[in-house]
C-alpha cells in the first residue's frame, strides 16, 4: 500500500495576479466579522504571493517589521496596512452595508 504524502495549503502560491489577489482580500474583509488581525494575515498572504522583500520597499518598512505586522498575531497599526495596502497595489473601497429597518430610521423618524 502507498501512502499518500500531504503539503501544508499556501494560498499564496495561488495567488497570481492583481485580480486574484484583491479577489481574496475582499473574501477576508466580508469573513474577518472585525478581525484586524484576520486581515493583517491576510495581507500578509498576498504581500509572500507578490514578494515580501519588494512590498517592504515599497511600503517604506523594513522586512522584518513586515513579517511582524501582518503575521496574524496582532492588529497592525491602519497606517501600516494602508501602507501596504498601496504597496501592494490595491486599494480600499467603501460601499453601504446592508441594514435593519431600526437602522434605516432617520433622526426625524424617531421623533414622531
Known amino acids: 500500500m502507498t501512502k499518500t504524502q500531504t503539503t501544508r495549503y499556501d494560498v499564496a502560491e495561488h495567488l497570481r495576479t492583481p485580480e486574484e489577489m484583491a479577489a481574496y482580500l475582499e473574501a477576508c474583509l466580508e ?3 472585525g478581525d484586524a ?5 491576510a ?17 517604506g518598512l523594513s522586512r522584518e517589521s513586515l513579517y ?8 497592525p497599526g491602519f ?3 494602508l501602507k501596504v495596502i498601496s504597496a501592494l497595489g ?7 452595508a ?9 433622526p426625524a423618524d424617531t421623533k414622531k
Open 79 to 81: 497606517d501600516t496596512i
Open 90 to 96: 490595491l486599494k480600499l473601497h467603501a460601499q453601504v
Open 37 to 41: 488581525a484576520f486581515i493583517a494575515k
Open 43 to 59: 495581507l500578509g498572504d498576498i504581500a509572500r504571493a507578490k514578494g515580501m522583500s519588494q512590498v517592504a520597499r515599497d511600503a
Open 31 to 33: 469573513e474577518a466579522n
Open 68 to 75: 511582524n505586522a501582518l503575521s496574524g498575531e496582532r492588529s
Open 98 to 106: 446592508l441594514i435593519s429597518p431600526v437602522q434605516q430610521a432617520t
